[in-house]
């Protein structure tokens, strides 16, 4: 099973409000990952966790909360937002973080929208 | 500088033929992995194929080959037979060692492929 899947697949939210992205793999990968895309851009990276622990923040703002409750879950708890938050989130996952050969598993993203 | 510079922001192929989406590269480190993605309109980013640094042979994986001319740091991705399922952006990516870039991948800035029936 190579699949990363992700929840919801579109979320509308004012500015006021409070929510959470969920991602999830089987695969036993060790090392996943939260980027933002706007449109016919590349991804941006977010967030990278090792091993369950947060490796790497991208200097992102703390209306974004990145949280790994186990090894096969990751979550993004967002609140307090902007409407240039607006943006396809990608969750990713690979076999580890430090290795130059291991490819990225994508989810099919979450559609985000800030009224 | 870029790390990864993709210079065809769109590219037009006939059904059946085939298409070279190009990618070059610039690194100091010796090992280094290069990957190709493709996100159709739905979002989903799909692997493709990877080359390593040191791999001696042209990676393969189906209809996509990988023309890795490392003198000249290029890494272009071949699709052969295209399809109209093909229709979608493609992008390349590196991933250097952990001391160089902590693990994280860098992404081009992508090619829109559209294939004509």
């Known amino acids: 099973d190579t699949e990363v899947t992700q929840t919801p697949k579109h979320l509308v939210m004012g500015m006021t409000n409070k929510k959470s992205l969920k991602c999830e793999q089987h695969?036993?990968?060790?090392?996943m990952y939260w980027y933002k895309q706007k449109a016919k851009k590349p991804p941006e990276l977010m967030f990278v966790?090792?091993?369950?622990?947060?490796?790497i923040n991208e200097s992102v703002p703390s209306r974004f909360s990145p949280e790994c409750p186990n090894s096969s879950l990751l979550n993004l708890h967002l609140h307090a937002l902007q409407p240039e938050d607006s943006a396809l989130y990608l969750c990713?996952?690979?076999?580890?973080?430090?290795?130059?050969?291991?490819?990225?598993?994508f989810g099919p993203g979450t559609r985000l929208t800030v009224t | 500088a870029q790390k990864i510079t993709q210079t065809q922001p769109g590219m037009f192929v006939q059904e059946k033929e085939a298409v070279t989406l190009d990618c070059t590269y610039d690194t100091s480190d010796p090992s280094y992995g290069l990957f190709w993605y493709k996100q159709p309109s739905s979002g989903e980013m799909i692997f493709l194929i990877y080359?390593?640094?040191?791999?001696?042979q042209n990676a393969t994986e189906g209809r996509y080959s990988l023309n890795f001319q490392k003198a000249r740091k290029s890494a272009n991705l071949v699709i052969s037979a295209s399809q109209l399922g093909d229709s979608a952006m493609y992008f390349c990516a590196m991933r250097e060692a952990p001391n160089t870039n902590a693990g994280k991948s860098t992404f081009g800035d992508g090619t829109t492929l559209t294939v004509k029936p």
């Open positions: 695969m036993g990968h060790r090392a």
């Open positions: 080359q390593g640094s040191y791999d001696q």
């Open positions: 966790y090792s091993y369950e622990k947060l490796s």
């Open positions: 990713a996952s690979s076999q580890d973080q430090a290795g130059v050969g291991y490819e990225q598993y």
